[in-house]
């Protein structure tokens, strides 16, 4: 059975074509884990608010200037940190 005749595949293919994190960790099985992380290192509950509350699907899309300078930032580098950030922590879960 091919996998694009399945009943339903095109609704799982719409949820998981999104830029919304929280769906994306809770499509990947990390959500708790995360929520998990956010309670206990202040880092974590630091990009949990600029991620699900600073930034949005819609944020892509706003004019420039429109999110402080300072928020962008933050989230850049709570992303990148080779160390700690989250990109790391999704790579090690």
Do not use: C, M
């Not at 074509?17 to 998990?36: A, D, P, Q």
């Not at 200037?65 to 940190?81: C, D, F, P, V």
């Amino acid at each position: 059975v091919s996998v694009n005749v399945l009943e339903g595949i095109g609704e799982i293919r719409r949820a998981v074509k999104t830029h919304n994190l929280f769906v994306l960790l809770t499509f990947s099985g990390l959500r708790e884990s995360f929520e998990i992380q956010a309670e206990t290192k202040p880092d974590f509950e630091k990009i949990r608010t600029l991620l699900f509350e600073v930034w949005t699907e819609q944020s892509r899309y706003n004019a420039v200037g429109t999110t402080q300078q300072n928020e962008i930032k933050q989230i850049i580098e709570y992303l990148g940190s080779q160390t700690e950030g989250i990109l790391q922590w999704i790579r090690k879960s």
